[in-house]
T-cell receptor, first 115, second 116 residues
Framework: TQLLEQSPQFLSIQEGENLTVYCNSSSVFSSLQWYRQEPGEGPVLLVT?????EVKKLKRLTFQFGDARKDSSLHITAAQPGDTGLYLCAGQGALEKTSYDKVIFGPGTSLSVIP | EAQVTQNPRYLITVTGKKLTVTCSQN?????MSWYRQDPGLGLRQIYYSMNVEVTDKGDVPEGYKVSRKEKRNFPLILESPSPNQTSLYFC???????????????FGDGTRLSIL
């Protein structure tokens, strides 16, 4: 069974600070996605990474896929109150055909940015 | 507007009373999926469907049924709901890329179920 872990579980920071959240697994994924979820809404896709070592930037957000495609990180520069939300990583399996189409979500990192 | 629509958004019911949560998407997506979200556990996949009449179990399928008779609809059925199925449920859909890999998913706004 594939398992995605995220850390930290909760994070509360002041506006303007930088932060990094992590997504780790013992399994290799063909792709990994990051979503952000706000209260009362469904998750919304931020980015997809597919190549080991890949780095993608989305304004102040930087996403990296580990070389072995087992982990990923999300770095936010100069956090703003609008960044507040639950950040979820999700992986799609690569090694086992039976899990090829399954999507595994991590438990999420709840971020609160205080003005 | 491209969207995934779930109904109802909120439901309080009693143990054993059959219920159905509907999900409809207007993007002609092949892949649809149901998740439940619980504190500390994140989103867990219940069932998914890769196309009409093709469904497969996710990680937590016990106590649930689904059907995919039409491409746009993917209802979730709880034949005999129990209190441990109290949760926040999300339906999602995505298209398939050229190599058959599911694309990132579009989520509905969620259905909050309370089983008393």
């Amino acid at each position: 069974t594939q398992l995605l872990e995220q850390s930290p579980q909760f994070l509360s920071i002041q506006e303007g600070e930088n932060l990094t959240v992590y997504c780790n697994s013992s399994s290799v994924f063909s792709s990994l996605q990051w979503y952000r979820q706000e209260p009362g809404e469904g998750p919304v896709l931020l980015v997809t990474v597919v190549t080991g070592g890949e780095v993608k930037k989305l304004k102040r957000l930087t996403f990296q896929f580990g070389d072995a495609r087992k982990d990923s990180s999300l770095h936010i520069t100069a956090a703003q109150p609008g960044d507040t939300g639950l950040y979820l990583c999700a992986g799609q399996g690569a090694l086992e055909k039976t899990s090829y189409d399954k999507v595994i979500f991590g438990p999420g990192t709840s971020l609160s940015v205080i003005p | 507007e491209a969207q995934v629509t779930q109904n109802p958004r909120y439901l309080i019911t009693v143990t054993g009373k059959k219920l159905t949560v509907t999900c409809s998407q207007n993007m002609n997506h092949e892949y649809m999926s149901w998740y439940r979200q619980d504190p500390g556990l994140g989103l867990r996949q219940i069932y998914y469907s890769m196309n009409v009449e093709v469904t497969d179990k996710g990680d937590v399928p016990e106590g649930y049924k689904v059907s995919r008779k039409e491409k746009r609809n993917f209802p979730l059925i709880l034949e005999s709901p129990s209190p441990n199925q109290t949760s926040l449920y999300f339906c999602a859909s995505s298209s398939y890329a050229h190599q058959g890999k599911p694309q990132p998913q579009h989520f509905g706004d969620g259905t909050r179920l309370s089983i008393l």
